[in-house]
């Protein structure tokens, strides 16, 4: 079953929602992406969505027009997203965990390709040493153990590899996006 | 006493597994790698499929519950459930609220709620509220209840730290939450519900009685 909804309930920009059930709908799994994107895993994403639309849809006027709509979903995810970082694990309320949230087409498969595209990017710039044991654990999907013993070091070893290679690739992403 | 190293790679641990990660208290350095790799797991094989279908129907279902109001009492409008300052105090209940108008300090059981710009505020007459007893008050932007234990008055908002509805008292020493059956004692602690997680305790407004007057500082 698709999740895209039948063709009678595509909307398109220019139009307005005239009930909830539409709008969330028509909006979910855009929302659920870009959360998913920004906290790497299921059930994080899914809390976060569920108080979004439980935050968002009761305070929104029907009808209201599509932009409106997606702008006010994406500013509460924006705001969603901080109070995750900081009560989790005390994040400032800074702005570079935030970008990129804005009003778009749901399920935009250009959304999705960039996201791959750029992490591969990230990856080849990276120092072999560091770039190999990331390779290993993102890409084929390594535990730490046998990532040690692929690359005979310790375990630590590799943890204290794994660790400096993202905050070099940290570095790498932020001369890219200042 | 854990190192950086050791909790990102926890966080990694589960990040790959697509499992929850672990809460903890991150520093700059951490954060940046936790964000290094969030950019990084998208280069994984086969694009995040999306909202697993259960999920959005569950979800599409309490949204109806919530928005067409079937647990709602006959005659309670939504609006008047939030409340004129529901929204707010639901945030600052949960320490949401960063502006000048409201400063939350946790203390150990009993999170107290002390606006910056506020003042005492008189709220009921000591002669008027009985032993164990809890009595409404609303100051036009905070609501709460006055509470008198022996001689002694202490003052909880009157807004669910779940999402903001009006709590009512039901006797005998409860206050309960007509959206979602939470239930709170006098002095907030969370009695029962049936949440997926355990609503925060009710905030205190700081009290004092003058003249027989029950003061609450608030705006």
């Not at chain 1, 694990?89 to 702005?95: E, I, R, T």
């Not at chain 2, 009157?158 to 903001?164: E, N």
């Not at chain 2, 008292?169 to 005998?172: D, F, I, L, P």
């Not at chain 2, 002095?187 to 009695?191: M, P, R, S, T, W």
């Given at each position: 079953m698709s999740l895209r909804a039948n063709r009678a309930l595509e909307v398109l920009e220019g139009m307005t929602y005239g009930d909830w059930e539409t709008l969330y709908r028509d909006n979910v799994v855009a929302v659920y992406r870009r959360l998913h994107a920004r906290v790497g895993n299921r059930p994080d994403a899914e809390d976060l969505t569920t108080d979004v639309f439980l935050r968002a849809l009761p305070r929104l006027r029907l009808p209201t027009s599509v932009r409106a709509a997606r702008a006010y979903l994406m500013a509460t995810a924006k705001t969603v997203l901080a109070e995750h970082w900081r009560t989790s694990?005390?994040?400032?309320?800074?702005?570079e965990f935030l970008d990129g949230l804005d009003v778009g087409p749901p399920d935009d498969p250009a959304d999705v390709h960039r996201g791959e595209e750029r992490a591969r990017a990230l990856l080849a710039r990276l120092p072999d040493n560091f770039r190999r044991v990331l390779e290993l654990r993102f890409?084929?999907?390594?535990?730490a153990a046998e990532a040690a013993a692929e690359l005979g070091l310790s375990v630590s070893h590799v943890r204290v590899l794994q660790y400096r290679a993202l905050r070099r690739a940290a570095t790498l992403a932020e001369e890219d996006e200042p | 006493m854990t190192s950086p190293e050791s909790r990102i790679g926890r966080y990694l641990d589960d990040l790959l597994r697509n499992a929850r990660p672990r809460r903890f208290k991150a520093r700059r350095e951490e954060l940046e790698a936790m964000q290094a790799a969030l950019r990084i797991l998208?280069?994984?094989?086969?694009?995040?499929?999306?909202?697993?279908p259960a999920f959005v129907d569950r979800l599409g279902r309490r949204l109806r519950v919530d928005l067409e109001g079937?647990?709602?009492?006959?005659?309670?409008s939504r609006r008047r459930l939030l409340g004129s300052a529901g929204a707010l105090a639901a945030a600052a209940a949960a320490g949401a609220v960063t502006d000048n108008l409201l400063i939350t300090r946790e203390v150990q059981q009993s999170p107290e709620l002390v606006p910056a710009s506020g003042s005492w505020i008189p709220v009921a007459r000591t002669s008027s509220i009985r032993d164990g007893e809890a009595v409404p008050f609303n100051t036009g932007s905070m609501e709460g209840f006055v509470v008198r234990t022996g001689d002694r008055y202490h003052a909880v908002s009157?807004?669910?730290?779940?999402?903001?509805c009006i709590l009512q008292?039901?006797?005998?020493g409860r206050l309960s939450c007509p959206c979602h059956r939470t239930t709170f004692s006098l002095?907030?602690?969370?009695?029962v519900h049936q949440l997926p997680q355990t609503p925060p305790p009710l905030p205190h407004f700081r009290t004092r009685v003058t003249g027989g007057v029950v003061e609450v500082f608030a705006v």
């Open positions: 694990y005390s994040a400032p309320p800074a702005a890409l084929r999907g390594y535990s | 998208p280069a994984r094989a086969g694009a995040e499929p999306g909202p697993d079937e647990t709602v009492s006959a005659g309670l009157a807004v669910c730290t779940h999402q903001g008292a039901a006797g005998q002095d907030g602690a969370v009695v």
